[in-house]
């Protein structure tokens, strides 16, 4: 089992910045991948990002709405993933899951259903 605590979501200006992060406790954190998904009321679940650290080496994905903007890292002493949210848009209003994926799927990284494990979530609200 792995269980991931999401924080750091809020209100923001257009234009501004947030950091949320991600804390995995459980399965050693290093035996997944981690993503992050959001979901807009009415909308389905969006791929915002994923990583995946492997031996030595950190292969990280974005979707297409954020490139550019957002960054994703990972702290392994900490057992923690961040998101780095710059330049932010009311499109990017949203509840932001962290999620951890098997790296056996990683081809499939944005693709939800596939993910083990989910945390609670938190909400993400961009002011025009």
């Known amino acids: 089992q792995v269980q991931l605590v999401e924080s750091g979501g809020g209100l923001v200006q257009a234009g501004g910045s947030l950091r949320l992060s991600c804390v995995a406790s459980g399965r050693t954190f290093r035996n997944y991948a981690m993503g992050w998904f959001r979901q807009a009321p009415g909308k389905e679940r969006e791929f915002v990002s994923a990583i995946w650290w492997n031996g030595g080496t950190a292969y990280m994905s974005y979707g297409h709405s954020v490139k550019g903007r957002f960054t994703i890292s990972i702290d392994n002493d900490k057992n923690t993933v961040y998101l780095q949210m710059n330049s932010l848009k009311p499109a990017d209003t949203a509840v932001y899951y962290c999620?951890?994926?098997?790296?056996?799927?990683?081809?499939?990284?944005?693709?939800?259903?596939?993910?083990?494990?989910w945390g609670q979530g938190t909400q993400v609200t961009v002011s025009s």
């Open positions: 999620a951890a994926l098997s790296p056996d799927n990683w081809s499939l990284r944005t693709e939800p259903d596939l993910y083990d494990y």
